[in-house]
Structures are given as C-alpha cells and as structure tokens.
Nanobody, 113 residues
Framework: QVQLVESGGGLVQFGGSLRLSCAASGFTFSAFTMSWHRQDPGKQRDLVAQISRLGYTTYADSVKGRFTISRDNAKNTVYLQMDSLKPEDTAVYYC???????WGQGTQVTVSS
C-alpha cells in the first residue's frame, strides 16, 4: 500500500525553525520526484518545494533562502527544513509523490508573531 506520513509540525515563534519529515512506504521511493505543498483554510494548495529523484530542487519564491528540501533514499524519507519562519508560513503542510498524485495526511505548522 502506497503511503506518505508527515511529522514534525507544531507551534513556533517568529524567526524560529522546524523540520518536517515525510516517511514513504509501499513504493520505490528513490525513483520518484517528491514535493511539499501547503494550504491555508479557504485557499488553494500551493507548491513549496520539490526534489527530483536525482536531487535537483526547486522552491517557491516566498520560501527561497529560508526553506531546504532534502531526501534520504536509504530511509525513504523526504525532509523540509524551515528556518526564519514567518506568520505567513502558517498552514497545513502536505507531502506529495508527484507521479500518481499521492498525498500524505498533512501536518499543521503555526508561526506566532
């Protein structure tokens, strides 16, 4: 069964850091591009960062220089290191396997001002 499970969300103060993890199972993780997305209530779900199977990364302009996406193929896990967090980063963060449009359940990130 293909599954993505996010963890690491929580409440953090302005300027703080969090690291999100997404554990994958049920497929050959190393063969797929993975991405992180976020969604505020009532808004569309937006791409935050993406990493290819070869490790090439892309970022939304709003998080460039503050967020870092990485992957550990030995652990079947993709990470999102979030630094210099701002209140506007508050959202539910989702992990996605691009092929087949597979999503995790999401993890809440709240940044207080």
């Amino acid at each position: 069964q293909v599954q993505l499970v996010e963890s690491g969300g929580g409440l953090v103060q302005f300027g703080g850091s969090l690291r999100l993890s997404c554990a994958a199972s049920g497929f050959t993780f190393s063969a797929f591009t993975m991405s992180w997305h976020r969604q505020d209530p009532g808004k569309q779900r937006d791409l935050v960062a993406q990493i290819s199977r070869l490790g090439y990364t892309t970022y939304a302009d709003s998080v460039k220089g503050r967020f870092t996406i990485s992957r550990d193929n030995a652990k079947n896990t993709v990470y999102l290191q979030m630094d210099s967090l701002k209140p506007e980063d508050t959202a539910v963060y989702y992990c996605r396997r691009n092929v087949g449009d597979v999503w995790g359940q999401g993890t809440q990130v709240t940044v207080s001002s």
